[in-house]
DNA sequence: GCCCAGGGATGCG
DNA sequence: CGCATCCATGGG
């Protein structure tokens, strides 16, 4: 894979680590449209158009260097999926995702799309997330930007129902304004266990929702985020029926150390894109 | 009508 | 602590 930047496109050659379909509907990111052999791609205020065939993929966009950390085109991909293939349990999961990159997301983002997706779906996640950009992001000529947090402070409990966040309009309200107060890029250079504790704090925020905040929007990837699909894939795996999620997240989390967070990620494509059934429920 | 979706808050022991 | 119950909403 070799990879090239220009001053407006970021060009990918022989693209084995990198499957950008794959990368998109693995459910870290909401805010994307998938059309044939091109997409696009928003972030914040940002945006990517990209096209790719079997041989190169092409990124283009007016930030350069966002979408090329966004898109972790610094990492090596190989050499954590051939550490991951000699786990049993996830040899074939990351054959199937062998695409799958993890997205740098903007963190203010993600804690907001991630506490819509508690108890959520994906379709209606996104449909709440776009509805949020549409009605106070700024427009931007041909789309919408993610609304800011001076945006989103004044929007009412009520807007956000009409979002269609249900319960978790009071819980995102409170949360918005509270955030007000914190300064989120110095999150990032705080330690993992008080970054936990911070996030925990938010309203609308759980263990769940606080690792995946910290995987795709703090780039903390010793995480395990255990949600539904993972509880049955530890289960099936596991010939056990269990709904203990804490257990869960330390037992995968000890099993996958440093690389537990692309772990969690190629069982959940795997697993969710095969609707395999386990004994849960 | 029931169950599920990238779960969390609350209350009770 | 662990555990049960409730919580909007749309699709299957």
Same mark, same amino acid.
């Given at each position: %894979?070799?990879?090239?930047?220009?001053?407006?496109?970021?060009?990918?050659?022989?693209?084995?680590?990198?499957? @950008?379909?794959?990368?998109?509907?693995?459910?870290?990111?909401?805010?994307?449209?998938? =059309?044939?052999?091109?997409?696009?791609?928003?972030?914040?205020?940002?945006?990517?158009?990209?096209?790719?065939?079997?041989?190169?993929?092409?990124?283009?966009?007016?930030?350069?260097?966002?979408?090329?950390? &966004?898109?972790?085109?610094?990492? =090596?991909?190989? *050499?954590?999926?051939?550490?991951?293939?000699?786990?049993?349990?996830?040899?074939?999961? @990351? =054959?199937?995702? +062998?695409?799958?990159? $993890?997205?740098?997301? =903007?963190?203010?983002?993600?804690?907001?799309? &991630?506490?819509? +997706?508690?108890?959520?779906? $994906?379709?209606?996640?996104?449909? +709440?997330?776009?509805?949020?950009?549409?009605?106070? #992001?700024?427009?931007?000529?041909?789309?919408?930007?993610?609304?800011?947090?001076?945006?989103?402070?004044?929007?009412?409990?009520? /807007?956000?129902?009409?979002?269609?966040?249900?319960?978790?309009?009071? /819980? %995102?309200? %409170?949360?918005?304004?509270?955030?007000?107060?914190?300064?989120?890029?110095?999150?990032?250079?705080?330690?993992?266990?008080? /970054?936990?504790? &911070?996030?925990?704090?938010?309203?609308? @925020?759980?263990?769940?929702?606080?690792?995946?905040? %910290?995987?795709? #929007?703090? #780039?903390? !990837?010793?995480?395990?985020?255990?949600?539904?699909?993972?509880?049955? @894939?530890?289960?099936?795996?596991?010939?056990?029926?269990?709904?203990?999620?804490? !257990?869960?997240?330390?037992?995968?989390?000890?099993?996958? *150390?440093?690389?537990?967070?692309?772990?969690?990620?190629?069982?959940?494509?795997?697993?969710?894109?095969? *609707?395999?059934?386990?004994?849960? *429920?």
């Amino acid at each position: %894979m070799k990879i090239i930047k220009y001053s407006d496109k970021i060009v990918i050659t022989h693209p084995y680590d990198f499957d @950008v379909i794959q990368t998109l509907n693995c459910g870290q990111i909401f805010r994307f449209v998938i =059309d044939g052999n091109s997409a696009k791609v928003y972030s914040t205020d940002k945006f990517a158009y990209i096209t790719w065939d079997s041989e190169k993929i092409e990124i283009h966009t007016d930030d350069v260097e966002y979408f090329y950390n &966004f898109f972790d085109l610094d990492r =090596d991909y190989s *050499k954590i999926k051939d550490e991951l293939r000699k786990d049993e349990f996830l040899k074939s999961a @990351v =054959d199937y995702g +062998s695409g799958i990159r $993890i997205i740098n997301n =903007d963190a203010y983002e993600i804690i907001i799309s &991630f506490i819509i +997706s508690a108890n959520n779906n $994906i379709k209606r996640i996104k449909n +709440s997330i776009e509805y949020l950009c549409q009605h106070f #992001g700024k427009y931007m000529g041909s789309y919408y930007a993610f609304p800011t947090l001076n945006e989103l402070k004044k929007v009412t409990i009520q /807007q956000f129902k009409q979002a269609g966040l249900g319960y978790r309009a009071e /819980q %995102m309200y %409170m949360t918005v304004q509270r955030l007000a107060d914190v300064d989120i890029e110095n999150l990032k250079s705080e330690e993992k266990d008080q /970054q936990f504790k &911070f996030l925990l704090s938010l309203k609308g @925020v759980g263990e769940k929702v606080a690792n995946c905040i %910290m995987l795709f #929007g703090l #780039g903390v !990837k010793d995480v395990f985020p255990v949600d539904t699909w993972i509880n049955k @894939v530890y289960n099936d795996l596991t010939h056990t029926n269990t709904t203990d999620r804490k !257990k869960i997240t330390q037992e995968l989390t000890a099993r996958y *150390k440093d690389l537990s967070g692309y772990a969690q990620q190629y069982f959940f494509y795997y697993y969710r894109d095969n *609707k395999i059934n386990a004994k849960i *429920k």
